[in-house]
């Protein structure tokens, strides 16, 4: 199946969901699929992420297969999401908001935001305040690693702070792009 028409079905499945669910605010693409072209191929064990806005925090909606695609919807409130400047800062919601992936916004308060990141995303100092956000995930999360567990819980609980070194790469794009080309 191609990402637009993934991407399709997940639109259809959030206007289904805020019609019969009022708390829901808004909604974007979260995810890989934010970045991938829309004739692109969407892999069979891919999932399309959706992200739920709501006033406060609902039920956790997860995973699950509609109309054959799998989506996988999570929610945060307007105060976890912020305002353009704390989404320009953090490793997590910037990337979503660089480009268009907002999905419903009756308020318009995800297109205003979406208007300052898309402007400022490749700027060095938003760009350096992701990196430490992600450093300090990264530093956090060693940091409360607990030795006096079994080695299978504290190999996993090291995998996931380590991993996100390798996050920084897509963080520092937006600059080192910049840079080589100018």
């Keep these: ?3 637009d028409a993934a991407r399709a079905v997940a639109v259809g499945w959030v206007r289904e969901r805020m019609r019969a669910d009022p708390s829901v605010e808004g909604a974007l693409f979260s995810g890989s699929t934010v970045g991938l072209p829309g ?3 969407l892999p069979a064990s891919s999932d399309v992420d959706v992200l739920l806005v709501r006033g406060s925090p609902g039920p956790k909606v997860g995973k699950f297969v509609h109309r054959g695609v799998l989506l996988e919807v999570s929610t945060v409130t307007w105060g976890q999401v912020g305002g353009p400047e704390d989404v320009l800062g953090s490793w997590v919601f910037a990337p979503m908001f660089r480009t268009d992936a907002v ?12 208007r ?3 402007a400022g995303y490749a700027d060095p100092v938003w760009v350096r305040r992701r990196c430490v956000g992600v450093r300090r995930r990264v530093e956090d999360g060693l940091r409360v690693l607990d030795v006096g567990g079994s080695l299978a819980d504290q190999v996993l609980a090291w995998v996931f702070p380590t991993s996100l070194v ?3 790469p897509a963080v520092v794009d937006a600059v080192v792009g910049r ?4």
């Design 179 to 182: 840079v080589v080309a100018g």
């Design 39 to 41: 004739d692109a191929v």
């Design 116 to 118: 300052r990141v898309a």
């Design 1 to 3: 199946m191609r990402v």
């Design 103 to 114: 999905i419903a916004d009756p308020s318009g308060r995800l297109a205003a935001v979406r």
């Design 166 to 168: 390798a996050v920084w």
